[in-house]
């Protein structure tokens, strides 16, 4: 059995971290921790999909042989395993262990770890102005949120 390696952070370096974990060290567990449901997408094509020349927000999360990057691909084609809308609530460094939240189930639970990554990106700074809450006023850090613009300009 390997190491077992657990990356919290599902949208570009954490996949891209598990996948090439898996090409050179085939026989580690590998897991993807994160609370979206939507993962491993091309964050930077979000403008492209607002602004009409990527149709398919989809298409920012498939392959290019068009196969979804969801969990079951990721389980299938790579051996790793992702824990979609799922939080690490806090990380247990001296027992190596993360303490995570089911956000369906609200099932509390833990995963131990050899190797822990973090790969939680950033989040938007909203300026403290009047009028920086009205609507029509987007901030773009994930996709859920260019799906939201899109569908308001709509």
Not at 14 to 24: D, Q, S
Not at 38 to 62: N, T, W
Not at 102 to 127: E, H, R
């Amino acid at each position: 059995m390997g190491k077992r390696i657990v990356i919290i952070g599902g949208v570009a370096a954490g996949p891209k971290a598990a996948c090439r974990t898996m090409r050179l060290q085939p026989d580690a567990q590998v897991t993807v921790i994160d609370q979206d449901s939507l993962i491993s997408y091309g964050g930077c094509g979000i403008p492209y999909y607002v602004s009409g020349d990527v149709a398919d927000e989809k298409a920012l999360r498939s392959t290019s042989f068009h196969m979804l990057r969801d969990e079951a691909f990721f389980a299938k084609a790579k051996g790793v395993k992702t824990l979609t809308s799922t939080r690490a609530t806090a990380i247990d460094r001296k027992n190596k262990k993360v303490e995570i939240l089911d956000l369906k189930t609200g099932t509390k639970g833990d995963i131990a770890y050899d190797t822990l990554m973090l790969a939680t990106g950033s989040q938007p700074v909203i300026l403290p102005i009047p009028g920086s809450t009205a609507d029509g006023v987007f901030t773009v850090n994930d996709l859920h949120k260019a799906i939201a613009i899109k569908d308001s300009v709509a």
